[in-house]
T-cell receptor
Framework: KNQVEQSPQSLIILEGKNCTLQ??????????LRWYKQDTGRGPVSLTI?????NTKSNGRYTATLDADTKQSSLHITASQLSDSASYIC????????????FGTGTSLTVIP | EAGVAQSPRYKIIEKRQSVAFWCNPI?????LYWYQQILGQGPKLLIQ????????DSQLPKDRFSAERLKGVDSTLKIQPAKLEDSAVYLC??????????????FGSGTQLSVL
C-alpha cells in the first residue's frame, strides 16, 4: 500500500534553533519527493522537489535529503524564524500514467520567540 | 505570474444545503486537481482533470460531489447535499502537464467549508 508517514506530528522550537522533520514512504514506483510549506489558511507552497538520483537539495535555510534505498527523506530548517511556523507536508509521486501524488499528514511546526 | 485563484475563501452552510466552489488555474496549465483537506490531515485527491477530461475521480463521492471543467480552464466543484463530514478546506491545484520529475504543482489558497 502506498503510504507517506511524517514525524513528528507537531514540534515547538525556539527562534534561531535548527530542526529536522522526517518523512518515510512506501510509495512505488517512485518518481519524486516534494516538501511543501502550508501556512495557516493558505494553500501549500513548494519548497523542494527531489528525484531518485538526488541526495540533497537546498532552498535557502531549508535543506532536504533523500535516501531512496531506505525510502526516507528529511527536511532540515536552519536558524528558524517565526515565519517558519507552518505545516510541512511531504508528497511523493509515482511514475504511472497521469500524475499521482501521495500526501503525508504533515508536521506542524511552531517557532516561539 | 498570477497564481491559482479560488473562491469563495470561506463558506458556512447547513447540512443538506448545496455549495459550489470555483477555481481558475494558472494560465496554460493543462492539469487541474481538486483536493479535500480535513483539519490535521494531508490533502486527499478528489478529482484530476487533463484539459477538460477527467483523469482520476476514483475518490470523489459521486452521490453528492460533482466537478466540471467545461472549456479546459476554469473548474467548479459542487456538493449537493452537504453533510457534516464535508467540513474541510477544498484546495485547487494546477500544473503544466502530468508527469515530469520537476513538474511543479501550484495550489490555490483554498475554500474553507463549514457545514453546520
Amino acid at each position: 500500500k502506498n503510504q507517506v508517514e511524517q514525524s513528528p506530528q507537531s514540534l515547538i522550537i525556539l527562534e534561531g534553533k535548527n530542526c529536522t522533520l522526517q518523512c518515510n514512504y512506501t510509495v512505488s514506483p517512485f518518481s519524486n519527493l516534494r516538501w511543501y510549506k502550508q501556512d495557516t489558511g493558505r494553500g501549500p507552497v513548494s519548497l523542494t522537489i527531489m528525484t531518485f538520483s538526488e541526495n540533497t537539495k537546498s532552498n535557502g535555510r531549508y535543506t532536504a535529503t533523500l535516501d531512496a534505498d531506505t525510502k526516507q527523506s528529511s527536511l532540515h530548517i536552519t536558524a528558524s524564524q517565526l515565519s517558519d511556523s507552518a505545516s510541512y507536508i511531504c508528497v511523493v509521486s509515482v511514475t504511472n500514467t497521469g500524475n499521482q501524488f501521495y500526501f503525508g499528514t504533515g508536521t506542524s511546526l511552531t517557532v516561539i520567540p | 505570474e498570477a497564481g491559482v485563484a479560488q473562491s469563495p475563501r470561506y463558506k458556512i452552510i447547513e447540512k443538506r444545503q448545496s455549495v459550489a466552489f470555483w477555481c481558475n488555474p494558472i494560465s496554460g496549465h493543462a492539469t487541474l486537481y481538486w483536493y479535500q483537506q480535513i483539519l490535521g490531515q494531508g490533502p486527499k485527491l478528489l478529482i484530476q482533470f487533463q484539459n477538460n477530461g477527467v483523469v482520476d475521480d476514483s475518490q470523489l463521492p459521486k452521490d453528492r460531489f460533482s466537478a466540471e471543467r467545461l472549456k479546459g480552464v476554469d473548474s467548479t466543484l459542487k456538493i449537493q447535499p452537504a453533510k457534516l463530514e464535508d467540513s474541510a478546506v477544498y484546495l485547487c491545484a494546477s500544473s503544466l502537464a502530468p508527469g515530469g520529475d520537476s513538474e511543479k504543482l501550484f495550489f490555490g489558497s483554498g475554500t474553507q467549508l463549514s457545514v453546520l
